[in-house]
């Protein structure tokens, strides 16, 4: 059974600040990694999947990367509405998430 | 555009099952290469995938929760539908369902619906 750790938990951050989040897998994955944004009350939306590719819709200012074990999300300027909790996810696996919080 | 709509109880006894129904809109359930899914997500936790459905009734379920869940679909009702018995104060979440693309991602995702199990 895959694990997906995922770190930081919390990230304070300023608004046009760049966001890493990372997303570490217990065993090498096929590159199927995704990522979700979700906001407070609100279902996941996808944002990232084969590990780079986004979503449609999906602003440029978020992007993924990674292979192996190792997967990162990237949000290079992050905007107001970026502040919310971000999952990864690979088959049925999720990761436990990582909130970006307003510094 | 691709729309899922979940239904069904808020409240749920202990001991009872937990029946919910996911309406979808914008795509039959029917055609291939989907993998409609049901999901949780605890109080201020993570995701948890519960299993899902192909068009063609073939099942995958979570095997922690394997014994309890039934997924079942109606293509002529554009519907699935999840069945969850013997419900515990642990199975209080929101229940969301949500599309499996043809790749390894989930892409649709219903609005979800809080079930809660109390007496």
């Known amino acids: 059974e895959i694990v997906l750790t995922q770190s930081p938990a919390t990230l304070s951050l300023s608004p046009g600040e760049r966001a890493t989040l990372s997303c570490k897998a217990s065993q090498t994955l096929s590159r199927h990694l995704a990522w979700y944004q979700q906001k407070p009350a609100q279902a996941p939306r996808l944002l990232i999947y084969d590990a780079s590719s986004r979503a449609t819709g999906i602003p440029a200012r978020f992007s993924g990367s990674g292979s192996g074990t190792d997967f990162t999300l990237t949000i290079s300027s992050l905007e107001p509405e970026d502040f919310a909790v971000y999952f990864c996810q690979e088959g049925v696996t999720f990761g436990g998430g990582t909130k970006v919080e307003i510094k | 555009q691709v729309q899922l709509q979940e239904s069904g109880p808020g409240l749920v006894k202990p001991s009872q099952t937990l029946s919910l129904t996911c309406t979808v809109s914008?795509?039959?359930?029917?055609?291939?290469?989907?993998?409609w899914s049901w999901i949780r997500q605890h109080p201020e936790k993570g995701l948890e995938w519960i299993g899902y459905?192909?068009?063609?009734?073939?099942?995958y379920y979570n095997p922690s929760l394997k014994s309890r869940v039934i997924i079942s679909i109606d293509t002529s009702e554009n519907q699935f539908s999840l069945n969850l018995s013997s419900m515990t104060a642990a199975d209080t979440a929101v229940y969301y369902c949500?599309?499996?693309?043809?790749?390894?991602?989930?892409?649709?995702w219903g609005r979800g619906t809080l079930v809660t199990v109390s007496s």
């Open positions: 914008g795509v039959s359930i029917s055609r291939g290469n989907h993998y």
């Open positions: 949500a599309r499996r693309g043809s790749g390894n991602h989930f892409d649709f």
């Open positions: 459905i192909y068009y063609s009734g073939s099942t």
